[in-house]
């Protein structure tokens, strides 16, 4: 069971890799475009970059494109590496950063570069978070955060490490008039020290939000995984007939499957005469058939909160209070078997109304998942098992629809209307066995 879960742990972490592959090669590819769209504008719209000419500009840009259209188709590839796309939004973060300090604001006027900051903004670094966010990488978010931050103050330091002289909020006197704030607020030397604060702080403070709910996204998805392998595993030991509303209660029990001895009933049905109704027809509409006509009998036990555990060629066999607890089994089976033969006589399928026989014991079920680590199912076995078997094929000697041993006779509400069908012998058992055939 350990080598199991271990397995299916594995299996989730893979499906969420490929989620991520997925987002991080959205997000590349929306860098890659951005990326071509700027070396574009930047080639029709400057001729040079203070005393770089714009063919260096260009070759840079057009460089962080290849490296992005490079990148992309090994994204989730053996040759892909977790560490290339911190690189990446590294040097696109710091890319953008340095157009703040070599790119002029006007192309034909001479204006400090120190606008540069105040006239466009740290927001201009905002969608690399939101490129992050589609890789599910919340330490790539939190990351590109860092980066930004860092980046952006590396660039203001190197703008302002080049002025002659700069103002602040410091600079303004006490009690400032309107002139003080034109003259500070206003100059060409102003740069808000305080500004790049909020800004970088804003900044942190969104990507450790992001960073949080892409965790949480993370979380959600595993949970998600875990679920469907949960109903998976449902489906897989116990066939694709579990009603959903048993198949959600054995996932909220989670040792509901796990080894158990249980005091419980088990119900035994089968079609009298299925072979002649088999006889002559196509072995496909009798599969056919067969199916809608087992799935129809899951439905029913299912509404008695019961579980259908087995198929036995054409019948089945059904546990109460294994492997999920129900309050009176016996009296719960005894109620699954009358409704299966009422419906068996309500209904037709393929033009043909089935005739059911059907025992019921009640006493100690043994239970849990049997198998291999790649094929498993749950079963039953014990006395109990066996004496409502036999009891099934007794019907065929008394001329009864549905017999009962006396424990299950003793459970019901209505224990008077069950009518004695004598003792019988039945195999396994050494002595013979009082059986009761159910009233109406």
Known sequence: MAEDTASETADRYRRLYRAEARGLRLAIGCRTLAVLACAVWFLLSYQSVGQVPRGWGVFGLSLFVVIGAGYYPLIGSRWDRPWVKYIIYTLDVLLLCALFVVIPISPVAEVPQIIAFRAYGIYYLLPFLGLACLSMSWGLVAWTGAVIAAGWWAAFWHVTSGMERTLSWGDMPPGPTASDYERIFLSPD?????????????VLITALVLSLAVYRVRQVFFAQVQAEDAREKVSRTLGQYVPKTIANRLLDAE?????????????????????????GREPRQVITTLNEFLAACADEVSKCDGVVVSYLGDGLLATFNTPIEVANPAQSAVTAAHALIAMSEARQFSGTQFRLRAGVATGEIAAGIVGSSSRQAFTVYGE??????????LNKQTGSRILMDRATRDHLENADKARPAGEHRVQGSAEPVAVWAAGS
């Open 190 to 202: 102003f740069i808000s020290v305080g500004g790049r604060v909020e800004e970088t702080g804003f």
């Open 255 to 279: 040792d509901a499957l796990e080894p158990q001895v249980r005091l419980g009933s088990v119900l035994i049905v089968d079609i009298e005469q299925f072979s002649d109704f088999a006889a």
């Open 384 to 393: 109990t098992v066996n004496r409502a078997a036999r009891l099934e094929q």
